[in-house]
């Protein structure tokens, strides 16, 4: 899939209204400065004013925690050597709370032609009344992110169609399962038996071949019976044969 880039044509800049009354100077200018980049739409790009118009009414009400109101200044300078000025966060905020809420927020933007670009499109108001009615700003609160229905479109047709055969498949593998432990039952058995029935084999094997000693002590009776071939006394007795048969003769 192909990264999306937006094009001019896109952007679509929507206008939102906040009331700042209550509202901490440096949390509120946080949330401002997101909805300015554009940074809550999915098609945000850094190098792109993808951001919308934001109306903020009741910027007198603004409030600072802790003693920044005594302890911080806001500075400027006039250009001119030792030409510094300071004033209290306190005199500044009731004296130009416009001016104060915007240097906070301008602060919090990129420091290039296009956060100059985006911070024109911030637009604060004093009181509770401001002049872009024209426009039809929706409310929106601190910390709220606003609905996107833009570009780039979500792809919500495809995802239904695969999530019914999904469901089923869960249901099936249990079952599966199941039926795995049934087999595996008798070959454990079957193996039981045979590795029992080698065993005996193996112990039978062993007394025939004890069995089979004695007969190699049977030798010895095969040796006794050599000194009774080798004592022939019956071969002497040829010689008296033949004396039978001299005496014969001579006779």
Known sequence: MKTYSPK?????HR???????????GRLASE????LRGKHKPMYAPH?????HVVVINADKIEITGNKGEDKYAYRHSGYPGGITGIKYKDFMSDRPIAAFEKAVRGMLPK?????????????VPGAEHPHAAQSPVPIRVGERPAWDGLPA?????????SAPKAEKPAA???????????SAPKAEEADKSETASKPKAASAKPKTAAAKPKTAAKPKAAAAKPKAASKPKAAA???TKKTDDTETEE
């Open 32 to 35: 401002v400065a997101v909805l």
């Open 112 to 124: 290039t032609t296009l956060g100059r670009q985006m911070i024109k499109k911030l637009h604060v």
């Open 8 to 12: 001019p044509e896109h952007i679509e």
């Open 173 to 183: 593998k249990p079952k599966a399962a199941a039926a795995k432990p049934k087999a």
């Open 154 to 162: 979500k792809k919500a047709s495809t995802a239904p169609a695969p």
């Open 48 to 52: 792109m004013d993808t951001g919308d």
């Open 15 to 25: 206008w939102y209204v906040v009331d700042a009354s209550g509202q901490v100077l």
């Open 238 to 240: 040829k010689p008296k």
